[in-house]
């Protein structure tokens, strides 16, 4: 099955710089990547998703970068802002009917004013 | 609209109580999801139910019995669990299964004395 790495599992980082989160997977066929934003007590949010046919995708300060060679995809963000304090989580999926999301551990993300 | 909403947003039940939790879509998906998830991890995928037939069920104990009553509600009937239950039970819906982004409801979370 596929299998999900997150590096790191905590970034602190000063309001105003970039913060980077790094995946890799397993699975060669999957396709689909997506990103979810989870605040303390909240639901997990999608905040940013990516498949396999792009190479990189943009939203605002948002950014997703996805090297199929390599089997891995990062989360990009700029400008980190405190509301951005949140955990993330990544995710792969491979194609086909009955495919599943496996999620990566999480990066515990703090934005310090 | 893409909400998926679940009640009740707590819970507290005793090891030998009967308790259930729903989970209820109306934008017209046709698969949804339990996640268990424990504090500063990923959720972990529980069941998936495609066109109100369960699809998946990822070895979960019997006393945890999900049902499908129609297309928009999702059920969890909860029986003689364990302290090692507790957790935040998120439902999740998707257009279709192993396609489409997933929507995360809040969650329950459930604590088990």
């Known amino acids: 099955g596929e299998n999900v790495e997150q590096h790191p599992s905590t970034l602190s980082v000063q309001e105003g710089d970039s913060a980077v989160i790094k995946c890799t997977y397993s699975d060669s066929a999957s396709n689909y990547f997506p990103w979810y934003k989870q605040e303390l007590g909240k639901r997990p949010q999608l905040i940013i998703d990516i498949r396999s046919n792009v190479g990189e995708k943009k939203d605002q300060r948002i950014a997703v970068t996805l090297n199929k060679t390599a089997k891995h995809f990062s989360l990009h963000i700029t400008e980190t802002q405190p509301e951005d304090s949140a955990v993330y989580f990544c995710?792969?999926?491979?194609?086909?009917?009955?495919?599943?999301?496996?999620f990566g551990k999480g990066t515990m993300l703090l934005v310090s004013p | 609209d893409t909400e998926v909403t679940q009640t009740p947003k707590h819970l507290v039940m005793g090891m030998t109580n009967k308790k259930s939790l729903k989970c209820e879509q109306h934008?017209?998906?046709?698969?949804m999801y339990w996640y268990k998830q424990k504090a500063k991890k990923p959720p972990e995928l529980m069941f998936v139910?495609?066109?109100?037939?369960?699809?998946i069920n990822e070895s979960v104990p019997s006393r945890f019995s999900p049902e499908c009553p129609n297309s928009s509600l999702l059920n969890l009937h909860l029986h003689a669990l364990q302290p090692e239950d507790s957790a935040l039970y998120l439902c999740?819906?998707?257009?279709?299964?192993?396609?489409?982004?997933?929507?995360f409801g809040a969650g329950t979370r459930l604590s088990v004395l």
């Open positions: 139910y495609s066109y109100e037939k369960l699809s």
């Open positions: 934008m017209g998906h046709r698969a």
């Open positions: 995710a792969a999926r491979p194609p086909g009917g009955y495919s599943t999301l496996t």
């Open positions: 999740a819906s998707s257009q279709e299964e192993g396609r489409n982004i997933q929507y």
